[in-house]
């Protein structure tokens, strides 16, 4: 599995980590790791991902609409600094707490 979906013993954080290139062929897991549930907190966790491209910017918009726009929890952690770098110039650092 590329794309791992945990949820804490409260059942109010679902973190999801994606291995790997984050690109559009992991569109589906992606997409499957969050749909079906109500959201609270929600952690992207990037430690893995090897590289992520304008299809993973868009999965993550989707994310956030689906957990709720501007009021959504959702932190993007553990990026390289490749990908910390895209997300900054894709001004996603004002969408998102990316630590």
């Given at each position: 599995m590329?794309?791992?979906t945990e949820i804490s013993p409260d059942g109010q954080k679902l973190t999801i980590s994606v291995k790997g290139r984050f690109d559009f062929a992991k569109h589906q897991e992606f997409r499957e790791s969050y749909e079906s549930r109500d959201l609270g907190e929600v952690v992207i966790d990037l430690k893995e991902a090897?590289?992520?491209d304008s299809s993973a910017l868009g999965m993550l918009l989707l994310l956030r609409d689906h957990a709720g726009g501007d009021d959504s929890d959702i932190r993007?952690?553990?990026s390289s600094s490749d990908v910390r770098?895209?997300?900054a110039i894709s001004n996603f650092d004002k969408l998102f707490d990316i630590t």
């Open positions: 590329s794309v791992v090897t590289y992520l993007v952690v553990n770098k895209i997300l």
